[in-house]
T-cell receptor
């Protein structure tokens, strides 16, 4: 099964600072990868997804992620954090062979004024 | 927002009682999923459905059963609730099967507490 690992269960940044949330995957088959965001007391919503082709993926709210096959990584970044970015972020993956979607354990992002 | 409604949104129940959670969709999506969310575990798949009366187990299916008699409704039943089933439960839907890079849409969640 697709395995997705998120490094760091909690990340804290200052408002205006770079956001970097890490995700690594393990797979012998090129995967489909997703980042979801969960705001307090809400369900998950899609930030962005990786398809074959362009390795730099742009999502909503200024987030982007880069697929690096050599590093088996799909880290999420945002150049300048905003207070409204405080949420929990989940990396998820699935194989193109039809395996089910697998989630990482999540990273809670705090943004300091 | 995708039309997904979970009910109830909050429930407190006693150990040993049966509990049914409902997921209702208005999107006519074929695939429906039940996940549980626990600190340190992320979201784990309990059961999923790929059509009316077609269901299969996920990675944490013990103690749970599901039914899907209509496209729009997917029920999750805890046959005899235990404290380890205290969790937040999310329903999700998708238009196509996993492995086709299709977005999953999530409900608002049901917070279940078993005392």
């Amino acid at each position: 099964a697709q395995s997705v690992t998120q490094l760091g269960s909690h990340v804290s940044v200052s408002e205006g600072a770079l956001v970097l949330l890490r995700c690594n995957y393990s797979s012998s088959v090129p995967p489909y990868l997703f980042w979801y965001v969960q705001y307090p007391n809400q369900g998950l919503q899609l930030l962005l997804k990786y398809t074959t082709g362009a390795t730099l993926v742009k999502g909503i709210n200024g987030f982007e992620a880069e697929f690096k096959k050599s590093e088996t990584s799909f880290h999420l970044t945002k150049p300048s954090a905003h207070m409204s970015d405080a949420a929990e972020y989940f990396c998820a993956g699935e194989k193109s062979s039809g395996d089910k979607l697998t989630f990482g354990t999540g990273t809670r992002l705090a943004v300091r004024p | 927002d995708a039309g997904i409604t979970q009910s109830p949104r909050h429930k407190v129940t006693e150990t040993g009682t049966p509990v049914t959670l409902r997921c209702h969709q208005t999107e006519n999506h074929r695939y429906m999923y039940w996940y549980r969310q626990d600190p340190g575990h992320g979201l784990r798949l309990i059961h999923y459905s790929y059509g009316v009366k077609d269901t299969d187990k996920g990675e944490v299916s013990d103690g749970y059963s599901v039914s899907r008699s209509k496209t729009e409704d997917f029920l999750l039943t805890l046959e005899s609730a235990t404290s380890s089933q205290t969790s937040v439960y999310f329903c999700a839907i998708s238009e196509s099967n996993p492995g086709t890079n299709t977005e999953a849409f999530f409900g608002q969640g049901t917070r279940l507490t078993v005392v």
